[in-house]
Nanobody, 115 residues
């Protein structure tokens, strides 16, 4: 079974930056399209950014385009999310998973953006 461990969250002021990291263990990682998701208080979990298995193709929801960048390192079995220009509405718990979530969710990492 794959284990996902997210890290890198924290408290930051609006306009600041954070870099999230997700480490996967337990099975082949490189063949999967991966994604970052987030869940804000009282809201459903939503997709934020995705990357194909090779790292050549990335996609984002409109609200984070130009501010967030997803990347991956297949050798290290990690996927990262660089978040710049953070806004209070980005406050949420962030998770990684396959693009169509098929692995057990990790604990996530809390991102809090103050105004």
């Amino acid at each position: 079974q794959v284990q996902l461990v997210e890290s890198g969250g924290g408290l930051v002021q609006a306009g600041g930056s954070l870099r999230l990291s997700c480490a996967a263990s337990g099975r082949t990682f490189s063949g999967y399209n991966m994604g970052w998701f987030r869940q804000a208080p009282g809201k459903e979990r939503e997709f934020v950014a995705g990357i194909d298995w090779s790292g050549d193709s990335t996609y984002y929801i409109d609200s984070v385009k130009g501010r967030f960048t997803i990347s991956r390192d297949n050798a290290k079995k990690t996927v990262a999310l660089q978040m710049n220009g953070l806004k209070p509405e980005d406050t949420a718990v962030y998770y990684c998973n396959t693009r169509r979530p098929s692995w057990v969710w990790g604990q996530g990492t809390q991102v809090t953006v103050s105004s």
